[in-house]
């Protein structure tokens, strides 16, 4: 009885502390819910500690196959995932419940959308070999996604931006293959300034100073154009693009304060196309990497039963059109980007 009353009395305490964990918390812990949870408990469950459904949910069950989990491998017994128990679960030394290191392949996948410990791992590990330059967020955006592609690229493993077994310990291996410097940049002589003022270049100039312009636009990313000294349409626009970009009256006009920023060290740079709704459209007939992410993700949710083969077909369009009417988007079969943003949501309404 006295037993009851205190299992009943720690699942309390639990209940009360999850309530104030976060949606998204870098940790996994009792009350977090997601994909990562789940590839917790079939992992545990492989290693003998978990019994339960691999339902991804952070139970008081899961509670307690993690802290036996952890007993077993000598880590801090206070039954929350963190990195250090992340890495020895998913690991091929982990000692199972019998006491023994378990040989048997494990089953990870760590893709867009994901969050936890697993990742801030993995944005460490890129970041450690020169891939990853963004902050450690325990978020598996865009950037981790194509620093995934780029390292799975140079270290002659499929590269399709998805963290599973292989790349995992390809990862942490010593002998990784870690992204080059970038080249040392040769300062151009035609790239600094030397005209007094007042100063004003406009469509139709020609001469050594809008040669210098282009230098410089072509530079930061705005002009692709021939580096010609003739103050043409495309050099129009691409002075018109830095303006917006650095917060200059936007004309098309180079004036002192053009000038100015354009040879500032501080100058903004034109910014990288990331996916927007004009662009991401996933739809039927479709195939390759990120169709695979979407019926797994489905699959995860309960909306697609099938193979995840990365075609989008009949069945994946209405697993799509149930997801999207059960979460309130336009039901229409196509993943664009807010359909795709809310697939990856851990807070997706699962089916």
Do not use: H
């Amino acid at each position: 009885m006295k037993k009851r009353m205190l299992a009943g009395l720690v699942c309390a305490v639990l209940i009360v502390s999850a309530a104030l964990i976060p949606a998204v918390a870098e940790n996994l812990k009792y009350g977090a819910q997601g994909d990562q949870v789940a590839q917790a408990q079939k992992r545990l469950a492989q290693l003998g500690f978990y019994a339960d459904k691999a339902d991804g949910k952070f139970g008081y069950s899961t509670f307690l196959a993690v802290k036996g989990f952890q007993v077993k491998n000598a880590l801090t017994a206070d039954g929350v995932i963190g990195e250090a128990t992340v890495r020895k679960l998913y690991s091929t030394g982990a000692v199972n419940q019998a006491g023994a290191a378990d040989p048997s392949a494990y089953s990870l996948r760590v893709s867009y959308g994901a969050s936890g410990p697993a990742v801030s791992l993995i944005q460490k590990w890129l970041s450690d070999l020169n891939y990853y330059s963004g902050p450690i967020e325990a978020k598996f955006g865009y950037s981790t996604f194509l620093a995934v592609k780029e390292f799975q690229q140079r270290n002659a493993l499929t590269s399709d931006g998805v963290v599973g077994p292989q790349t995992w310990m390809r990862l942490q291996d010593p002998a990784a293959v870690p992204k080059p410097p970038a080249p040392p940049v040769t300062p151009d002589p035609a790239a600094t300034p030397t005209p007094a003022p007042p100063l004003r270049l406009a469509y139709g100039d020609a001469g050594a100073l809008v040669l210098q312009a282009q230098t410089a636009l072509a530079n930061l990313g705005y002009y692709t154009g021939i580096l010609d000294g003739k103050y043409g349409y495309s050099t129009f626009q691409a002075v018109r693009e830095f303006q917006r970009v650095n917060t200059l009256k936007v004309d098309g006009v180079i004036g002192a304060l053009t000038w100015a920023k354009l040879f500032d060290p501080a100058a903004l740079p034109k910014p990288t196309a990331a996916p927007t709704a004009s662009v991401l459209r996933i739809q039927y007939g479709n195939e390759g990497d990120l169709v695979v992410q979407i019926q797994t993700r489905l699959t995860v949710l309960g909306y697609y039963e099938l193979a995840v083969d990365g075609k989008f077909g009949y069945s994946t369009y209405l697993a799509v059109r149930a997801f999207q009417a059960k979460n309130a988007l336009n039901a229409d079969g196509i993943v664009g980007q807010l359909t795709w943003d809310r697939l990856m949501d851990a807070g997706a309404i699962p089916k």
